[in-house]
Structure formats: C-alpha cells, structure tokens
C-alpha cells in the first residue's frame, strides 16, 4: 500500500457525530404503510417534548416508540416544520400528550393537530380507569376523527 490517510481528531469526531444525526428520511422499516408523515411546527414539538419527557410520572405514558421518534424528529428550515414518521398508536399518543397541553396552557396546538390529521384526544369516551384510558389513548377508543 503506497498511501493511507489518517484522519485527524476532527475529522474522526465528524464522522462519529454524523453517524448518530437524526435522520432527515424514514428508514426502510418506518417508510411501512403504518406510518404517517407528520409536520409540527416548533410550538407543538415543544409541546410534545415536554410529554414524552414526563414519560415517567404520566399515567397514561406516551406510546412505545414515540420518545425515539421525537428523538431522532429532522425540522425542515424552509417551512419551520418538524418531521416525524408515526404509528396510528403515536398519533393517538401526540393527540393525548397536546389535549394535556390545551388543559394547562392554549388549545391552539391541539386544534391545528385534530385539524391537520383529523386525531384529536376525547377524554370523555374513555374509561375511568387509568390502564384503559391509557389504551383508549392509544388504540383509538378514546380518540375521534380518525378516517
């Protein structure tokens, strides 16, 4: 072998931050017909950030995956938005974690979501009891306008 290169420390860095990036496109697995393309604008990402950071203290936690894919959520400078790629479950989730946000703060991030996507969170369809409500959440019971 007549040349090698050797990368210095920088460069070795900008390889490795590269490599853990969120990804600005769905792999393969989340391209799956499950999954919806989502775009939030920055006061809702905001919004749902603060939900899945209270995984731990919700009742009703935020559904399985969603904390990855706000994670790893891309924004699209041009139009100020935030993509994600989301189950039927994690939309159902996002409609419940901004329907607890409308009841502490402003509706207005809830609204465009139900508007948007035709998900919005109906606590008075779900049950009383905590774990039902949780799949009510998630499953569609206690979630209306889905198509």
Known sequence: MRWAPRLT???HDTLAYGQ?????????GEAASDRQLVELIPSQMAALRVFVGLTNQL???????LAEQVR???CDHGIKRWRLYLTPEQMDS???GLWLHRMTGSAARANRFA?????????????DNPS???????????VSGRG
């Open 132 to 142: 039902a409500a949780g799949a009510a959440a998630r499953g569609g019971m206690g």
């Open 94 to 96: 996002v409609a419940y």
């Open 115 to 127: 508007r948007e996507y035709g998900v919005e969170h109906g606590p008075a369809r779900a049950s």
């Open 72 to 74: 790893t959520a891309s």
């Open 9 to 11: 420390p920088y460069g």
């Open 59 to 65: 009742r009703v936690p935020p559904a399985d995956g």
């Open 20 to 28: 853990s990036c969120p990804r600005a496109e769905p792999s393969p």
